[in-house]
């Protein structure tokens, strides 16, 4: 497929689904997985929106309003760029997330205009939220009797809430004993027949990808051109809040490469209909037991090497990430980096980022560790402007932060362990005395 396709439809007011291999059409409401001709993967085209320029900008914040409705989402606030058609989102609303500025997380990353945006505050605890919103109303809208989903445990979390929300079935793959207490208890709470698959996270989606072409449920991974679509406002709303000022890089933790492709996606559309001047280059980051995408960087992309992954940030844990292909496009685009860092550094970040009183989720921590390697490599100058992403909320895996400050020995740098004391006012004093 040309990079040459046309980014919107010159013709008609619908979206299409686009083969992003052989560009084969496919109508927006077909609710097929892969393209019928090639078993390439689909991406969403829009209609040129009405609204150019400062009227779609006019437009998108008129929409900030707080109403009960859809309206003010995060996501449904850009919908010419989402999903146009829809009428009724399946909605909590979600995103409206945080762009926060902390001294601490700056000075440890030697990055002085680091800026976090907080994907953990969406109504379940991750960016995941933003992209289910939107596949699940796709759901609704084509009839689907089932969803389903492969998970390191977040978007199982989504599309379990999703699901509840708008009454369809939901059936959920997570490989067993590989996933955060928070995520499973999630997907358990709001409904969802969960699945725990005696594999990891690879197999879980190979076998989801088999349900969803033999039995007709409904497959939601990213791998859904309709997810992108949803992810994509994670860049857009960032921009919105920088005034439409585009940051110099935007760093973001990288698993199954749906995020990464979004982002791509979403700087593309930014651009091409002037919403920005200039586009952010992207930095993503693997933990280094889950790294295909990193070592095929090194490679200049020539190499495409499924690893067996291994990393305690169960949340990228993924060998043969699906979106690989839109994913180099996305790099490629922005001349971005892709890069790896170890468990410890991770851990230390998050260390950092949970002191600062922000806090995330391991993986989420990926992205501040990238952008503190990437200073010290010299490849982030150092009055450049950085937006790192935390893609889920700390409370997602409690048994890491548990184990790193409670039951490491030795203690980790960082760990802050509990005191046992007595109910005594001078144990209170002495504690007192040494903070
Ligand atoms: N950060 C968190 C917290 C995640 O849960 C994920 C992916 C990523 C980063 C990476 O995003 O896969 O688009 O590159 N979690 C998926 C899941 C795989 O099943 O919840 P990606």
């Not at 560009?23 to 009405?50: Q, R, Y």
């Not at 090194?298 to 291994?310: G, I, S, Y």
């Not at 993924?318 to 490629?332: K, Q």
């Not at 150092?382 to 889920?392: D, F, I, N, P, S």
Request: one cysteine or more; charged letters at 20%; a neutral charge.
């Amino acid at each position: 497929m040309p990079d040459t396709a046309p980014l919107f439809l010159t013709q008609g007011s619908t979206s299409v689904q686009r083969c992003a291999r052989c560009g084969d059409i496919t109508p927006e409401l077909d609710a097929s997985a892969e393209c019928a001709k090639c078993g390439g993967l689909f991406e969403i085209v829009h209609a040129t929106p009405e609204a150019h320029g400062a009227a779609l900008l006019a437009l998108f914040g008129l929409r900030s309003g707080l109403k009960p409705t859809a309206e003010p989402s995060g996501v449904w606030r850009y919908r010419e760029l989402v999903m146009p058609s829809a009428t009724d989102p399946v909605s909590h609303p979600e995103g409206n997330t945080p762009l926060l500025a902390r001294t601490m997380v700056q000075s440890y990353a030697n990055s002085a205009q680091l800026l976090l945006k907080h994907e953990g505050h969406n109504p379940t605890g991750s960016f995941k939220d933003r992209g289910m919103t939107v596949a699940v109303t796709q759901a609704k809208r084509i009839g689907a009797r089932a969803v389903a989903c492969a998970s390191t445990g977040n978007t199982s979390a989504s599309l379990a809430s999703y699901a509840a929300h708008a009454g369809i079935p939901a059936l959920v793959f997570v490989p067993r004993g590989q996933i955060a207490l928070g995520k499973l208890t999630q997907s358990l709470a709001y409904g969802a027949r969960t699945l725990l698959v005696d594999g990891d996270f690879d197999a879980c989606l190979r076998l989801v990808r088999e349900s969803s072409r033999e039995l007709g449920v409904y497959l939601v991974n990213s791998i859904n051109p309709w997810r992108v679509e949803g992810q994509k406002t994670i860049v857009f709303e960032m921009l919105q809040q920088l005034g439409y000022d585009a940051p110099d890089w935007i760093a973001l933790p990288a698993g199954n490469l749906g995020n990464t492709s979004a982002f791509g996606k979403a700087l593309r559309e930014a651009f091409a209909l002037g919403l920005i001047t200039r586009v952010p280059r992207l930095l993503a980051v693997q933990a280094a037991g889950a790294a295909p995408f990193a070592h095929s960087f090194a490679a200049h992309f020539a190499t495409h090497e499924p690893v067996h992954a291994e990393t305690l940030a169960t949340a990228i844990k993924i060998g043969d990430p699906a979106s690989w292909d839109r994913a180099v496009r996305a790099i490629t685009e922005t001349n971005g980096v892709v890069t790896a860092v170890t468990d410890a550094e991770i851990l230390d970040a998050k260390a950092v980022i949970d002191a600062s009183g922000v806090g995330c989720e391991p993986a989420s921590a990926a992205s501040v560790a990238g952008v503190k390697q990437l200073r010290e490599r010299g490849v982030i100058g150092e009055h450049e402007r950085v937006v790192a992403v935390l893609t889920g909320h700390l409370l997602k895996d409690p048994g890491i932060i548990q184990s790193y400050h409670q039951d490491t020995t030795p203690a980790p740098p960082r760990a802050n362990k509990p005191v046992e004391i007595s109910a005594r006012l001078s144990e209170v004093e002495r504690v007192l005395s040494r903070l």
